[in-house]
């Protein structure tokens, strides 16, 4: 069984890949063999607020057993807390994202320490976004980065009772995050190596790791082909593809095959 | 399904050279269907000014995987056209004639637009080699001083139409790359790079046709199951995927 943690629907404006229903995005996970996937809206990621992008994330996904609704807060913007209860307060919701680049703010925001404590309030999950996009195929106008190793320590050390999964690490920045915080979770949507789990051993425990696929805008078929690495026991295998993000996302048991 | 990976660097920084190292690749890659794997030397080892004899050094290390495994390794020779046509045509001689190396690799030492690519053109025309030149969109990267973007590799292509060429790195050069060499008959794209964007590969077939592109990983910082899941998930007649995956490279490259 494999659950994906870094799937979207939307589109993304620099991409010819087209709008999938929610459905659609079911069938093409289910073609590769990925069972069920926590799901994001592009939308939010642009717009200026990101509840009404979450609105239609909800609508699009009720009643999907397939998938876990993961709206995105904007904690930089005044409204942060509506945001957050609306989003609490709707069926299925076990975390939020956050896009911290795109939405122009850093992760040693002050205000970050009253929305950390909202979450735990709100019996909520965090999951930040390092990058969607790698930086070096990205549309020629939009200079956005990754979000800075330093500043995801800096988030992780003020606030060491949080362990939020963090999408989009690249194979440097993992280890290297890894290498002063134990408190984060990370996909491996952008983890490769002919031989990952020899790249990985020593840095970051696959009782750490995640699959995450980046959906619909990623080839989910070539992003399953990471979980055949030689180096993988069975035991790694299962805890990527799924046993961590069943734990992460409460994923009731009985779903657990 | 038969595989054959065009695009693989064995040794990596001098990583992959020795015996168990090399018996690892090989049975990884045998247990995924790839019954051969192109090799392109440790073209970073360097960085990107390589002198004649640390091309030598790599060549020889390619030569080394290859004497291990000669029916499952065939190697490219690197070279570092920027050293001139003497020591350019003196390494293809020696690698073609004491290994039977059976392509050309051209990484970021100098632009494929440069003038001293003409030696190398001219050494694969005479001992009739494949040039794989690395491409990559430069738009965002801007190296292009020394670092070849899919233009480039459209100029290198149109001034020598009789020689064929692999552009690297589908993913690299995107959906721009597959239009800068749409009309160029002797470019074969092979399908390695970043993050397998969806649908690109089926963009590069609609435009290219099926024909001009062939599967590659470049492993060791790549992984062989990403890039042949790459080719089997993707919206294509299982025809295509084993002309992608197998017949295309064996075609281009003459292997048995």
Redesign the interface.
Known sequence: MIFDVNCYLGTWPFSLVPEMSADQLAKQLARAGVDAAAVSPLAAVFQPEPMPANRALFAALRGKRRFVPLPVVNPALANWKEQLEECAAAPGVRAVRLYPNYHDYRLTRRTLRPFVDALEHHRLRLVITARIEDERHRYFALRIKGVPVADLAAFLKANPGTVPLVTGLSVNEAPQLAAVCENFLADISYQENVELAAMLRGKLSTSRLMFGSLAPLVSVAAQTGKLSAPDFSAAERRRIAFTNAARFFSIPHADRR | MRIIDAHTHPVMFKRGLTRPEVD??V??GR??GVETMIGLGDVLLYGRSFTAEQIVEVNDDSAKVQAMYPDYFRFFCFLNPRLGEKAVMREVERCVDKYGFIGIKLEICNNARDACMKPVMEAARRWKLVVLQHS??Q???RQRSFHTDPADTATLARRHPDVPIIMAHL??C??RGVIEVKDLDNVTVDTSG??????L?E?AVENLGVGRIIHG?D????????????V???RLSAAEKERILFSNAARLLKLG
């Open positions: 690892r690749l049975k990884h247990k995924l990559w969109s738009i965002n990267i993913t690299g995107g959906v970043g993050l397998a964007d969806e649908g590969l963009y990983s492993l060791p910082g790549r992984s062989i199951g990403v890039s042949i899941q790459r089997l998930g993707a």
